[in-house]
């Protein structure tokens, strides 16, 4: 049986191993010469692994280390299948709806949480957007690809989570049942006179429910709006672009870039449903067709963001077959902005950045003896500030 520092060991040749094949099949290397040059050094590694390594090592195990070391290399999205895993990933659906309403990925090694869907099990249960997710059903996560993690979070029976909080170290233990929760409905309000409408999640019939949300502002006579789209992750991108589109005019919406991605594009149509001014609210659990939203109404000047950059995760996939049984989820395609950028990685940037650093700092004060302050909401605070609304005006809100 290998001791931790073998495996550490072995996971440092493995890691060595990926390099060289990312940079051999997911790199820009173009001509021939250079593959060929790549796949020979990780013969050699390969090889002197296998031959000198302390212990024996199957064969297979190395490859397998090694081809899930190449999706780990360019997305935390994309994974591999090990072919003696294909039965347990079955028809599995990569989707961002669980059961739970959790929108999850893998960071730092453990499952990570992007969103919490607002209304959902997990809502209801206390898990929170930013959480880490250390076990699932005693099952340690790092343990997991993530396909695993989704595929464990996605039971018919309770779940039992151990979650460590950003910036905590005590752990929590809690226990979700799954629920049926859809659709979830968008959730509409006024604040001093200024239409306020959250948009948790896209899926069929959402993009609807937000016009009505918009006609009903625009017969009020209202001039300004504020579209909150913080903590959505998932669902339909679709929708999302309907949805963007009731704000249009004109102008592209979105397109899809990729080297194996069919090309599209959406343009606006002349219809809207609200010609007033706009602000949209985003943070790092804004993520998916929210970003594709988001950016659509940024660059196309019909409206202001504010808050922080989303996460990053308006993405194509696809699920690929291999020869050897096994499978690879990879990216192969980027939704872009108006102005054909992709978002990548990088998110989509606010006009109006707010400063969220003094909450992140109080997360992390463990003083059981301090008492516990209704959190503020300073990225609302701030729409209505640019809307020459006070603070007051939110605290009155929330006492009603």
Do not use: C
Not at 70 to 92: I, K, L, R, W
Not at 247 to 260: E, F
Not at 268 to 291: H, I, N, P, W
């Amino acid at each position: 049986m290998m001791t931790k520092k073998k495996i550490a060991f072995l996971t440092l040749s493995i890691a060595l191993l990926t390099t060289l094949l990312a940079g051999a099949v997911f790199g820009q290397a173009t001509q021939k010469d250079d593959v060929y040059r790549y796949l020979s050094i990780f013969s050699e590694v390969f090889e002197l692994v296998r031959s000198n390594y302390v212990d024996e090592v199957q064969s297979d195990k190395l490859m397998d280390g090694a081809f899930s070391g190449v999706t780990d290399a360019v997305d935390e999205f994309s994974y591999y299948v090990p072919p003696a895993q294909m039965a347990a990933h079955g028809n599995f659906a990569d989707v961002d709806d669980n059961g739970l309403g959790l929108v999850v990925t893998k960071r730092f090694g453990y499952a990570y949480v992007i969103a919490t869907v607002a209304g959902s099990p997990a809502d209801k249960a206390g898990v929170k957007k930013g959480d880490f997710i250390e076990q699932i059903d005693g099952k340690s996560t790092p343990k997991m690809a993530v396909w695993q993690i989704r595929s464990a979070l996605n039971q018919k029976k309770p779940v039992t989570m151990r979650v460590l909080r950003g910036g905590e170290t005590k752990r929590e233990t809690v226990s979700v049942t799954p629920a049926e929760f859809h659709p979830v409905a968008l959730e509409s309000d006024t604040i001093s006179g200024i239409p306020y409408v959250k948009v948790p999640y896209f899926e069929k019939g959402t993009a609807e429910q937000f016009r009505a949300a918009l006609d009903e502002a625009r017969k009020k006579g209202s001039r300004k709006l504020i579209v909150d789209l913080r903590g959505n992750a998932g669902g339909d991108v679709e929708e999302a672009i309907a949805a963007a589109d009731a704000l249009l005019t004109s102008g592209m919406i979105t397109s899809v870039s990729g080297r194996k991605a069919e090309a599209k594009k959406w343009q606006a149509d002349r219809e809207t449903s609200f010609d007033g001014d706009v602000q949209v609210l985003t943070d790092l659990s804004t993520a998916g067709g929210a970003e594709v939203f988001a950016a659509a109404v940024r660059d196309n000047k019909r409206g202001k963001l504010v808050g922080i950059t989303t996460y990053g995760k308006a993405i194509v996939q696809k699920f690929v077959k291999l020869p050897s049984g096994g499978g690879v989820q990879m990216t192969i395609g980027h939704y872009t902005t108006p102005e054909q950028k992709v978002i990548g990685d990088a998110g989509v940037k606010p006009d109006v950045v707010v400063d969220l650093s003094s909450q992140f700092l109080d997360e992390g004060d463990e003083d059981a003896d301090v008492e516990e302050k209704p959190e503020e909401d300073l990225i609302l605070q701030k729409a209505l500030e640019l809307y020459g609304v006070s603070a007051e005006a939110l605290e009155e809100k929330k006492a009603a």
